[in-house]
């Protein structure tokens, strides 16, 4: 009895110890949503994003992974980059989202009251009601984000 319970003890160590970025990014079903109501996936924005990345060169796929992050009221959706997360934040309007932005530091690493610890570099992208935030380093992700929405609004 007491090897299993050892055997399951370790076992569930190993999981949350091997949790992947992803999870890290606090991606989780969103409380009060239901999927009804807002499967953003739906909407034009979504697919547009993707088909512009895609003409970039990407590999795009959108995502049903929710992420949540505690410096944006809404929550937001994954989309795969060439197998990389980025997080993709639809806002009720442009000037809703823009509102967002301005919240947000220069280099990324100050939002709001919030001061994030980021595994990796922040990249703050915006286009209509969509703000983008990819937390990576790799250049040609930056250039096929930069290519499909404009240059970075914040981050280094």
């Known amino acids: 009895m007491q090897f299993k319970v050892i055997s399951l003890s370790l076992f569930s160590a190993s999981l949350?110890?091997?949790q992947s970025t992803l999870h890290r990014h606090r991606i989780s079903p969103v409380k009060g949503h239901s999927s009804k109501a807002s499967?953003?996936?739906s909407g034009t924005e979504y697919l547009d994003l993707a088909n512009r990345l895609r003409s970039a060169g990407a590999n795009a796929k959108l995502t049903t992974k929710r992420v949540?992050?505690?410096?944006?009221?809404?929550?937001?959706?994954i989309v795969s980059i060439n197998d990389e997360s980025v997080q993709v934040f639809k806002f009720t309007s442009a000037s809703a989202a823009e509102g967002a932005a301005k919240r947000v530091a220069p280099d990324g690493m100050t939002i709001?009251?919030?001061?994030?610890?980021?595994?990796?570099?922040?990249?703050f992208f915006k286009r209509g009601k969509l703000i983008v935030l990819y937390v990576g380093v790799n250049e040609s992700i930056l250039r096929m984000l930069s290519a499909s929405l404009g240059g970075q609004f914040a981050g280094n």
């Open 39 to 41: 499967n953003a996936l």
């Open 68 to 77: 949540r992050q505690p410096f944006f009221s809404i929550p937001g959706r």
């Open 112 to 123: 709001g009251t919030s001061k994030p610890s980021w595994m990796a570099t922040p990249h």
């Open 16 to 18: 949350v110890l091997g």
